[in-house]
């Protein structure tokens, strides 16, 4: 959908504060996000709940259903209906407004995904600052991107993004007519894989650092060496299966005529 309006809705005072650091945090959000993420794993000591390993693996296995679930709602938003992400010289584009697939639900699902695996990825760290520095800190940042990419679409779209956001929510999945969505619109599996396994991979791969980190810090260290024989298997499988993935890609077969 398109729109000849060349002005939408004003911004309110807050979007308009927000949009500063969001169109930086938009631009460098991949160098940030790891440097942040990694920053907070060191600084800050993983916790056991209870001060009990074993407590700790069932918070582990939420954390992974969290990002899980994360991954699985990016993935079923590029399956239906692909949105450039980067931008443009690192600044925010769109050459149309999406409105089908998942975004007739909800304005930013991919956001809604990637907060979730952030929840999923603080959770199994379970440290102080992950929770009161790191989990604060997606939230704004996503609110803060979402001011400026809202800003843009108004300016570009107009009375065609108003009358878009009045209808769908910003984050919130609205669940009315949610399967005829997903009836209607064909899965493109191939586009999903091709498009997000950096992402799966770069989770999945962080996941196994909080926790190796998480039993050094809690005097673990030698269970680990014990297991070493199992953590070399998990890691390298991923490492494996993150090359194998990359190779179908660049060879061309996990494109749609493939």
């Known amino acids: 959908m398109t729109s000849s309006v060349a002005s939408g809705a004003a911004p309110s005072r807050f979007q308009t504060f927000a949009a500063i650091p969001g169109r930086w945090l938009f631009r460098w959000r991949n160098l940030v996000f790891p440097v942040v993420f990694l ?53 925010v584009h769109a050459d149309e407004l999406v409105t089908h697939g998942l975004f007739a639900h909800c304005r930013n699902p991919l956001y809604v ?13 379970n440290s102080w600052p ?17 001011s400026a990419e809202e800003m843009y679409l108004s300016r570009k779209f107009g009375a065609a993004y108003d009358e878009y956001r009045r209808r769908v929510p910003r984050f919130r999945i609205r669940w009315d007519g949610l399967g005829a969505t997903l009836r209607r619109h064909g899965f493109d599996g191939r586009r ?6 950096g992402q799966a991979f770069a989770w999945m791969f962080g996941i196994v650092a909080v926790m190796l980190r998480e039993r050094f810090a ?8 014990e297991d070493a024989a199992t953590w070399s298997a998990v890691t390298g ?3 494996a299966a993150y090359w194998v993935v990359r190779f179908l890609k660049k060879t061309g077969r996990l494109n749609a005529n493939a």
């Open 237 to 239: 499988s991923l490492v």
């Open 113 to 125: 995904g990637n907060l979730l695996v952030f929840l999923g990825l603080f959770t199994v760290m």
């Open 192 to 197: 999903a894989i091709r498009k997000e396994y």
């Open 218 to 225: 809690n005097g673990l260290g030698h269970e680990v060496r």
């Open 130 to 146: 992950g929770w009161l520095v790191g989990w604060p800190a997606a939230i704004f940042t996503y609110v803060a991107i979402v």
């Open 39 to 91: 920053a907070l794993l060191f600084v800050g000591r993983p916790m056991f709940p209870f001060g009990s390993p074993g407590a700790d693996l069932w918070m582990d296995a939420l954390g992974i259903a969290i990002a899980a679930l994360g991954q699985l709602v990016r993935t079923g938003v590029v399956g239906l209906a692909y949105v450039v992400r980067g931008g443009v010289d690192g600044k």
